[in-house]
């Protein structure tokens, strides 16, 4: 406690004075935006409007101080009795009675009833203050709450003696020593109704709860706090089981560390499109898609990715019940029941207007809190309906938040059909690191899916359209077709690619028969060759044999002739 | 400073018996006023028909809780039902017998009251 007060001072101790010292409330969020709490020693005035949760927030503050910070209570109501009290508080688990039997808490129910009182001559409030110092005293209160003390501006009619008696209450609640919040309703053109906030000048917080298209979003704001600096704008609060949580984020500070580590995506080939082998850690990624892309599948692969790395995830569910997310993604083949029984998985589900949009952030910041998860998925952003600064502003807080946690984040996005981005899509562009977007490419009568990176920073990503098959065996990526006509998916593809195919097998078969064509024309030639050779060779043969008998006839005509003539000389 | 006055004593009051208590703080000018103004207007008008206790709240603190005191000096009637409280120096007589539902003395100022 002590250490958690020295570390709020040390934000603002610039000056040379002691700085301030402050009572944490306890209260998630609250804390971190008055830099450590109330101011201790020091009234405080929670004003609001009927059911803006000034008595939750005051009895949190005393229920906190007991438990958390050693600080006993005294509780002087004005309004709600002491049973009521108990009863409203216990359905957020604080056991008052229990708190009031050890001493550590006192509360005191301050009856006034109009009809019973008469006035008659001049009094004052000590009445009160010794009540009220009884009640400190018995138990050593450090932390005191008046709620609501305008209260007795209804039950008294000396409004003069009213207001001197409550100038001198507070200034003995400061000389007390005790730090007090005391709570009043929201007047007409001023902070209370009654002009409390004359007295009570250290810390003003103002509480609001606005409805805006049927949606109520609790503010709160802290009005003034007196030396010491404080977060000035409106921020939205939650009330619900868990107690009441403020989501303190300003703006989005950009002084958050980065990671270069990359976690898979949980689908293969979409790892090596992005060309880190998946997301950085710490980035915000926005999955963009039309109704049926499988959004919600890809946050799920991350998820199942992540669990089966031993890390923490968290799904924020906005469209469907978890039994039905984890009843979906068994059927592609995602087990989410297992991460879920071995704790990694939390699903936190909600309708998108069960509450205003920052109240479903404030929720979400205090699950993100509680759970300290390494991956979230938010399914779908699109879900939340408002002014687009609205969502803008809050998203850069929720995107800012997992930044500076080092938490990876990932968002899915109803498209609508057509060109034309969506509201929330328009308004988180710039945040996200990564932006994936799944179409759907509707030709020859069949749907098919495919996805293209529309942006991925610090990563050289692929360009190209994919497409890619949802099978019980999780995303599929599907080697890209890129034909004359651009790509092509599903049976176009497989039709093309058989077409293709057949085409090939025709070419193949015509210089076949080209190649045999020519074989047999070459055949044919020699064979044409080999014939006119064989005549040449039989005519050659038929001419030596011509000569040789011409020359053998010649011979033998020559030797017939000597012949001749011996026999003709012989005889002469 | 606690003391009691009438015949009521610390008996079960009888029916048409007052119970009153006075809550002061310590001895205030304001504190004894209203001691001094109670006692004339239970001599003059509940003839020993009450049961007055003043209880001084800084010796007493645990009464204010006990019957929601807020303001000082309050006059407490206990009984006869319905219990009123009268707060101030109880100065304004008739104002004091309004509340303790006794008929007063002037008709006419008890209406302008």
Same mark, same amino acid.
Request: proline fraction near 2%.
């Given at each position: 406690m002590a250490s958690k007060r020295n570390k709020a001072n040390d934000v603002e101790g610039t000056g040379h004075l002691a700085p301030l010292p402050k009572s944490p409330t306890g209260i998630e969020g609250l804390d971190a935006l008055t830099l450590g709490g109330l101011p201790t020693g020091r009234p405080t005035l929670l004003c609001g409007a009927a059911g803006c949760g000034k008595t939750l927030f005051a009895m949190t503050f005393l229920i906190k101080g007991v438990t958390e910070f050693g600080e006993h209570g005294v509780l002087m109501s004005f309004e709600e009795r002491e049973r009521d009290l108990e009863t409203n508080v216990a359905s957020l688990g604080y056991d008052v009675a229990d708190l009031i039997e050890r001493k550590q808490m006192v509360i005191d129910h301050v009856y006034i009833e109009r009809a019973e009182i008469e006035e008659s001559g001049?009094?004052?409030?000590?009445?009160?203050?010794?009540?009220?110092?009884?009640?400190?005293?018995?138990?050593?209160?450090?932390?005191?709450?008046?709620?609501?003390?305008?209260?007795?501006?209804?039950?008294?009619?000396?409004?003069?003696?009213?207001?001197?008696?409550?100038?001198?209450?507070?200034?003995?609640?400061?000389?007390?020593?005790?730090?007090?919040?005391?709570?009043? #309703? @929201? $007047? /007409?053109?001023? *902070?209370?109704?009654?002009?409390? %906030?004359?007295?009570?000048?250290?810390?003003?917080?103002l509480l609001d709860n606005r409805v805006e298209e049927q949606v109520t979003t609790r503010r709160l704001r802290v009005v003034k706090y007196r030396g010491s600096s404080h977060g000035t704008n409106e921020y939205p609060f939650l009330i619900d089981e868990h107690g009441i949580s403020v989501l303190p984020i300003t703006s989005a500070e950009l002084g958050h560390r980065i990671s270069h580590e990359a976690l898979s995506t949980g689908v293969p080939g979409l790892d090596e499109m992005l060309g880190k082998n998946g997301y950085f850690r710490g980035s915000s990624v926005l999955i963009s898609g039309l109704a049926g892309t499988?959004?919600?599948?890809?946050?799920?692969?991350?998820?199942?990715?992540?669990? #089966? @790395? $031993? /890390?923490?995830? *968290?799904?924020?569910?906005?469209? %469907?019940?978890?039994?039905?997310?984890?009843?979906?993604?068994?059927?592609?083949?995602?087990?989410?029941?297992?991460?879920?029984?071995?704790?990694?998985?939390?699903?936190?589900?909600?309708?998108?207007?069960?509450?205003?949009?920052?109240?479903?952030?404030?929720?979400?910041?205090?699950?993100?809190?509680?759970?300290?998860?390494?991956?979230?998925?938010?399914?779908?952003?699109?879900?939340?309906?408002?002014?687009?600064?609205?969502?803008?502003?809050?998203?850069?807080r929720l995107a800012d938040i997992c930044k500076s946690k080092g938490i990876t984040a990932l968002f899915t996005s109803l498209s609508s059909s057509g060109e034309q981005m969506t509201e929330s899509e328009r308004s988180v562009s710039s945040l996200m690191d990564t932006w994936i977007s799944l179409k759907d490419m509707e030709a020859n009568g069949e749907r098919n899916r495919v996805l293209y990176l529309l942006k991925s920073r610090g990563m050289n990503h692929s360009k190209q359209l994919r497409e890619y098959q949802l099978s019980d065996h999780g995303i599929h990526m599907v080697d890209a077709y890129i034909g004359p006509d651009g790509v092509l998916t599903g049976t176009a593809r497989v039709a093309q690619e058989a077409r293709e195919r057949q085409a090939d097998l025709a070419r193949q078969q015509a210089t076949e028969r080209r190649?045999?064509?020519?074989?047999?024309?070459?055949?044919?030639?020699?064979?044409?060759?080999?014939?006119?050779?064989?005549?040449?060779?039989?005519?050659?043969?038929?001419?030596?044999?011509?000569?040789?008998?011409?020359?053998?006839?010649?011979?033998?005509?020559?030797?017939?002739?000597?012949?001749?003539?011996?026999?003709?000389?012989?005889?002469? | 400073m606690n003391e009691r006055d009438g015949d009521g004593g610390d008996g079960v009051p009888s029916a048409g018996q007052y119970k009153l208590r006075l809550f002061i703080t310590g001895s205030t000018p304001r504190s004894t006023r209203a001691i001094e103004n109670m006692r004339r207007i239970c001599e003059e008008n509940l003839d020993g028909r009450y049961d007055l206790e003043v209880v001084d709240v800084y010796q007493d603190p645990e009464a204010t809780r006990e019957l929601q005191i807020i303001a000082t000096p309050t006059l407490v009637k206990i009984l006869p039902e319905p219990l009123r409280r009268i707060i101030g120096d109880l100065s304004d007589r008739e104002r004091v017998l309004a509340g303790l539902d006794i008929a007063p003395l002037d008709q006419a100022k008890r209406k302008d009251a």
């Open positions: 001049d009094y004052d409030l000590e009445g009160l203050f010794v009540r009220l110092g009884h009640a400190i005293d018995s138990i050593g209160a450090k932390r005191v709450v008046l709620d609501t003390i305008e209260a007795l501006f209804s039950g008294l009619d000396d409004t003069a003696i009213l207001r001197a008696e409550l100038r001198r209450l507070f200034a003995w609640l400061k000389d007390k020593g005790v730090t007090a919040i005391i709570t009043a #309703e @929201r $007047g /007409e053109g001023q *902070l209370t109704r009654y002009g409390i %906030e004359e007295y009570v000048s250290d810390c003003v917080i499988g959004k919600s599948t890809f946050g799920a692969a991350f998820v199942n990715a992540a669990c #089966e @790395r $031993g /890390e923490r995830c *968290l799904f924020f569910a906005f469209e %469907e019940s978890p039994d039905q997310i984890v009843r979906n993604m068994k059927s592609v083949g995602f087990d989410l029941q297992r991460h879920i029984d071995s704790g990694l998985l939390c699903f936190q589900a909600a309708r998108p207007s069960l509450y205003g949009f920052e109240m479903h952030l404030a929720r979400m910041n205090r699950d993100i809190e509680h759970f300290e998860p390494n991956v979230i998925v938010v399914d779908p952003i699109s879900a939340f309906r408002g002014p687009s600064f609205e969502i803008h502003a809050t998203l850069v190649r045999r064509d020519l074989a047999r024309k070459r055949a044919a030639v020699e064979r044409q060759i080999a014939e006119m050779r064989a005549a040449l060779e039989t005519e050659e043969i038929e001419v030596t044999t011509q000569i040789e008998q011409e020359e053998a006839r010649e011979t033998a005509q020559g030797s017939e002739r000597s012949q001749m003539a011996i026999l003709r000389g012989a005889q002469r | -």
